[in-house]
């Protein structure tokens, strides 16, 4: 059973850091962070899709945080084919994303940022978050071996924003494009109203990680602004609907990592807290079953389920769980 981490999707989104969340004496960058990482093991990165990460700052989330902590960051917009502002790119480069020479420096720069948390193995995943408009077909799939030539080495996962990737007719397909490459599937929860919707799809293509995203339910997830997108409060019962899929994913993978992405307020760390407690207790369950099954039956129980059978004998079916 590989390891279950749960966190959140980011730990410095300005309704969180003004939410009350952090206590007094650690509401500075030093201070949240180590507030954060005593209370989860796992956090998204997101601010590099913003702007290019820094090597410099890399190395003191490494000094911040306990050994064992990973970070799982998110891939520069530009990397990804995302619009990307020409303030945030570097030496006055444009954002030109298909210039051969621009890209070259991007991933350089990529790269070079995300070294210190890769060498001292706290990078959980280069997440590559594409678009609704990356559409699966042949130019996709070349866009997908360019990242994997580029990324040989580290822990990559994929999440696609186009509902077609994981549609029936094309899901096999995807499957075995991110597994040819090694690249972690992302499974996500959201909505499922919306003809924009991803399809909950639990994929592992990777025995080094899954990842599962937790988005809210929202039905603005289309159209509403980025807190009408995301603002959604999961109830315990949505949030056990998941287990029997993660205790499968995590039978199948080293680790697996399930972050939540309703940042509005508190309602991300809420959730993941009540993920967590959910696994534990789901765990401990697991275990007293087990432990009452490698017991045996009670004495004399064989016995009386002999002296109420007639017949031969015949040879039982054990159903295991999926």
């Not at 981490?5 to 952090?22: E, H, K, M, N, P």
């Not at 706290?122 to 559409?135: A, D, E, K, N, T």
């Not at 499957?175 to 003809?195: F, H, I, K, N, P």
Request: charged share 25%; net charge positive.
């Amino acid at each position: 059973m590989g390891e279950i981490l749960v966190g959140t999707c980011s730990w410095t989104d300005r309704a969180l850091t003004g939410s009350g969340w952090y206590p007094p004496g650690r509401r500075d960058a030093e201070g949240r962070l180590r507030h954060y990482a005593g209370r989860f093991p796992v956090v998204e990165a997101d601010s590099a899709y913003y702007a290019l990460p820094d090597a410099r700052t890399s190395a003191r989330w490494v000094e911040r945080t306990p050994s064992g902590f990973v970070f799982d960051v998110k891939a520069f917009s530009l990397l990804t084919g995302h619009p990307t502002r020409s303030s945030v790119m570097p030496g006055g480069l444009p954002a030109e994303p298909g210039d051969p020479a621009v890209l070259d420096a991007v991933w350089a720069r990529f790269t070079e940022g995300i070294e210190p948390l890769r060498a001292a193995g706290r990078l959980g995943s280069v997440l590559f978050q594409f678009p609704p408009w990356f559409r699966p077909g042949q130019r996709a799939g070349a866009f997908l071996r360019e990242c994997a030539e580029r990324t040989a080495g580290w822990p990559v996962s994929v999440e696609f924003r186009h509902p077609g990737w994981w549609r029936r007719e094309w899901a096999d397909v995807t499957t075995a494009l991110l597994a040819r490459y090694g690249m972690a599937a992302v499974a996500v929860d959201m909505t499922q109203s919306l003809s924009s919707s991803i399809p909950p799809v639990a994929a592992v293509t990777s025995r080094r990680l899954s990842v599962v995203r937790f988005h809210g339910r929202s039905s603005a997830w289309g159209t509403g602004s980025k807190e009408d997108r995301f603002r959604y409060e999961y109830g315990e019962a949505e949030l056990a609907e998941w287990l029997p899929r993660l205790r499968s994913l995590a039978g199948r993978v080293d680790a697996l990592h399930v972050l939540f992405n309703n940042c509005c307020g508190t309602a991300a760390v809420r959730a993941a807290e009540t993920m967590q407690h959910l696994l534990a207790r789901d765990a401990h369950r697991t275990a007293a079953r087990d432990d009452a099954g490698a017991a045996g039956p009670a004495p004399g129980a064989t016995r009386r389920a002999g002296a109420r059978s007639e017949g031969p004998r015949q040879a039982g079916k054990s159903v295991r769980e999926q």
